[in-house]
Nanobody
Framework: VTLVESGGGLVQAGDSLKLSCAVS????????MAWFRQLPGGEREFLAT????????VYAESVKGRFTISRDNAKNTLYLQMNTLNPKDAAVYFC??????????????????WGQGTEVTVTS
């Protein structure tokens, strides 16, 4: 299973950005998916997760109301819509897949597959 993130880049504070995560697996619709980010200091932070069918989502308090996780099972793709970005959102963003299919807050190491990351830079 391969996960490939895209959509990162350089934006200004207040801008929006939509990340994508393309998954090469015919069983994509069985996996719960999540977004994490790794901050410049190295800390890895959970952002959001979505159940296998998209019916349940869970967000970190730090992004609730600004970020939206979604998926298109027909396209084997996960998304993260990020609004009102600020410099503290600058990080490398990763998607991850977990076989249980349930949307729950897990540690990075509890996921089964991870992408290579896409970098987001936010200028003030």
């Amino acid at each position: 299973v391969t996960l490939v993130e895209s959509g990162g880049g350089l934006v200004q504070a207040g801008d929006s950005l939509k990340l994508s995560c393309a998954v090469s697996s015919y069983t994509f619709n069985r996996y719960a998916m999540a977004w994490f980010r790794q901050l410049p200091g190295g800390e890895r932070e959970f952002l959001a997760t979505i159940s296998h069918d998209g019916g349940r989502t869970v967000y970190a308090e730090s992004v609730k109301g600004r970020f939206t996780i979604s998926r298109d099972n027909a396209k084997n793709t996960l998304y993260l819509q990020m609004n009102t970005l600020n410099p503290k959102d600058a990080a490398v963003y990763f998607c991850a897949a977990e076989k249980s299919g349930f949307a729950r807050v897990l540690n990075w190491d509890d996921y089964d597959y991870w992408g290579q990351g896409t970098e987001v830079t936010v200028t003030s």
